[in-house]
């Protein structure tokens, strides 16, 4: 009732598309049977959660923040949610997003723009000369609902999406703790593809523990998903005594990019140095192929977004348009009337990069090079690195009325330059809140690990907590 009262509370948020007050009631109801009955309760039991709103979920419209999906409404859960519910966490909503989940701003849905929770904290707030309804700032994104929805505490965790950084890219912003897990450790079942060979489920805490916990509930095999992976045997908690002097940390020195804020510099130098204070070794290493990784996540991207996008044709799912003239002006004013112009430029740019005249220069060019940037960090791993250490994203969150302009949202593209390296490569990596900039926003850092490592890499960070 009280995470209910908060979605209330907090609408001008706008984090949430759907509110799922009346089964969130029958479900806690549930939890609260299984309390008085004296049996044991599990971790989840009872823990009110958000999902972002382009994971299925049973009899509940599920959007994707798009005209083309709106009264879509699944007859099944995506697999992470299921686990969840089978824990008895109790689903109170779903979370605003880009639509399809393109975008690092939260900015793009057909619901309007989600905002951000600190920019109404009392010290943005002093600083600000401006009345809060127009000086407010952007959550991140693409799940910037579900990282709103935590850090607003309307809910005690939430699932988002990332493909290029969509998880952790709002987790920094916003101040909470997301962890974006190796590529097919996590089930996609359900959740609708954006780049099906990057795409994972992520998670949004408060806590690195938290984190942890529902990691290990959702981690595994699902035969509804055969990019899945067996789970690594894991621990029923993070180990409260660890040794941070068995741990090798790399500055990766491609990643001071240009853009890179003070403020960010200077957060991401004094960790380095907490690290070496306490014994660990730091060390500076290389990962040449940075450089190439927005180009080539953009070509890639567009090229399974060309192709994923081609189920909606106003048959299947959401949307038809009136028009009925004949089959193709019913196809062509459907996905007229359904995409936004992210979605249009993405599916145009992807179909254009596979005419046959152009696949080997763009899409088999782009397969190389993010092979050569998986290989960048198996390389620095092999050489006895535990797990890197670097800025999550370039500076903190910006105004809403900056970030609409057209030439930032160009320079948008380059916010990502952290994080798709990681989904390139399919190895994990969690953004931890590390401090509030001289503007009262939060700051958080990134660790990346090692394929299937995880549980070492949540170990670290919940030292670095
Ligand atoms: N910003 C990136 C994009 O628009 C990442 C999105 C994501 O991770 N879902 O493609």
């Not at 920094?172 to 954006?194: E, Q, W």
């Not at 005249?357 to 690195?385: C, M």
């Given at each position: 009732?009280?995470?209910?009262?908060?979605?209330?509370?907090?609408?001008?948020?706008?984090?949430?598309?759907?509110?799922?007050?009346?089964?969130?009631?029958?479900?806690?109801?549930?939890?609260?049977?299984?309390?008085?009955t004296?049996?044991?309760?599990?971790?989840?039991?009872?823990?009110?959660?958000?999902?972002?709103?382009?994971?299925?979920?049973?009899?509940?419209?599920?959007?994707?923040?798009?005209?083309?999906?709106?009264?879509?409404?699944?007859?099944?859960?995506?697999?992470?949610?299921?686990?969840?519910?089978?824990?008895?966490?109790?689903?109170?909503?779903?979370t605003?997003?880009?639509?399809?989940?393109?975008?690092?701003?939260?900015?793009?849905g057909?619901?309007?723009?989600?905002?951000?929770?600190?920019?109404?904290?009392?010290?943005?707030?002093?600083?600000?000369?401006?009345d809060?309804?127009?000086?407010?700032?952007?959550?991140?994104?693409?799940?910037?609902?579900?990282?709103?929805?935590?850090?607003?505490?309307?809910?005690?965790?939430?699932?988002?999406?990332?493909?290029?950084?969509?998880?952790?890219?709002?987790?920094?912003?916003?101040?909470?703790?997301?962890?974006?897990?190796?590529?097919?450790?996590?089930?996609?079942?359900?959740?609708?593809?954006?780049?099906?060979?990057?795409?994972?489920?992520?998670?949004?805490?408060?806590?690195?523990?938290?984190?942890?916990?529902?990691?290990?509930?959702?981690?595994?095999?699902?035969?509804?998903?055969?990019?899945?992976?067996?789970?690594?045997?894991?621990?029923?908690?993070l180990?409260?005594?660890?040794?941070?002097?068995?741990?090798?940390?790399?500055?990766?020195?491609?990643?001071h990019?240009?853009?890179?804020?003070?403020?960010?510099?200077?957060?991401?130098?004094?960790?380095?140095?907490?690290?070496?204070?306490?014994?660990?070794r730091?060390?500076?290493?290389?990962?040449?192929h940075?450089?190439?990784?927005?180009?080539?996540?953009?070509?890639?991207?567009?090229?399974e977004?060309?192709?994923?996008?081609?189920?909606?044709?106003?048959?299947?799912?959401?949307?038809?348009?009136?028009?009925?003239?004949?089959t193709?002006?019913?196809?062509?004013?459907?996905r007229?009337?359904?995409?936004?112009?992210?979605?249009?430029?993405?599916?145009?740019?992807?179909?254009?990069?596979?005419?046959?005249?152009?696949?080997?220069?763009y899409?088999?060019?782009a397969?190389?090079?993010?092979?050569l940037?998986t290989?960048?960090?198996?390389?620095?791993?092999?050489?006895?690195?535990?797990?890197?250490?670097?800025?999550?994203?370039?500076?903190?969150?910006?105004?809403?009325?900056?970030?609409?302009?057209?030439?930032?949202?160009?320079?948008?593209?380059?916010?990502?330059?952290f994080?798709?390296?990681?989904?390139?490569?399919?190895?994990?990596?969690?953004?931890?809140?590390?401090?509030?900039?001289?503007?009262?926003?939060?700051?958080?850092?990134?660790?990346?690990?090692?394929?299937?490592?995880?549980?070492?890499?949540?170990?670290?960070?919940?030292?670095?907590?």
């Amino acid at each position: 009732k009280k995470c209910i009262n908060q979605i209330q509370r907090t609408r001008y948020l706008n984090a949430y598309i759907t509110i799922t007050e009346e089964t969130a009631m029958e479900q806690a109801q549930r939890a609260d049977i299984r309390l008085s009955t004296g049996k044991p309760l599990g971790p989840l039991d009872g823990i009110p959660f958000s999902v972002k709103d382009n994971f299925c979920t049973d009899n509940i419209e599920t959007t994707c923040a798009s005209n083309m999906l709106k009264g879509y409404v699944p007859p099944f859960n995506a697999t992470v949610v299921q686990k969840l519910l089978d824990q008895g966490a109790v689903l109170v909503g779903k979370t605003n997003l880009d639509e399809f989940a393109m975008g690092s701003g939260s900015a793009d849905g057909v619901f309007g723009p989600v905002r951000n929770p600190w920019s109404y904290a009392t010290q943005y707030r002093e600083q600000s000369k401006e009345d809060p309804d127009s000086d407010w700032t952007i959550t991140g994104g693409s799940s910037g609902g579900s990282a709103a929805a935590v850090a607003s505490l309307s809910s005690f965790l939430a699932l988002g999406s990332d493909t290029g950084g969509s998880t952790r890219n709002p987790g920094s912003l916003c101040g909470v703790v997301a962890l974006k897990p190796s590529y097919g450790l996590l089930s996609r079942h359900g959740l609708i593809p954006l780049v099906n060979s990057m795409d994972v489920p992520g998670i949004m805490t408060r806590s690195v523990h938290d984190a942890a916990t529902v990691l290990r509930i959702l981690q595994g095999r699902d035969e509804r998903d055969s990019t899945t992976v067996q789970a690594p045997n894991t621990p029923p908690s993070l180990p409260e005594h660890f040794d941070i002097r068995d741990i090798c940390v790399g500055i990766p020195k491609e990643y001071h990019a240009p853009g890179l804020s003070k403020d960010t510099l200077a957060q991401w130098s004094r960790v380095a140095a907490m690290f070496e204070q306490a014994g660990a070794r730091v060390q500076e290493v290389s990962l040449p192929h940075t450089q190439h990784s927005i180009v080539c996540y953009h070509v890639l991207c567009c090229c399974e977004v060309a192709s994923n996008m081609a189920r909606f044709d106003g048959l299947e799912y959401g949307h038809r348009s009136a028009v009925d003239s004949s089959t193709d002006a019913m196809y062509a004013t459907t996905r007229h009337e359904g995409f936004n112009n992210v979605v249009r430029r993405r599916i145009l740019s992807g179909n254009y990069f596979l005419l046959k005249s152009n696949y080997e220069r763009y899409f088999v060019k782009a397969q190389q090079i993010r092979r050569l940037i998986t290989e960048d960090f198996k390389t620095v791993f092999r050489s006895g690195i535990d797990v890197l250490l670097t800025p999550t994203t370039l500076s903190d969150a910006a105004r809403y009325s900056d970030f609409i302009q057209e030439d930032n949202r160009t320079r948008s593209a380059q916010e990502d330059v952290f994080t798709q390296p990681v989904n390139m490569a399919g190895v994990p990596a969690v953004t931890v809140p590390t401090a509030l900039s001289p503007r009262g926003l939060p700051i958080g850092l990134q660790l990346i690990g090692q394929t299937l490592q995880d549980w070492k890499l949540l170990t670290v960070a919940h030292w670095m907590e």
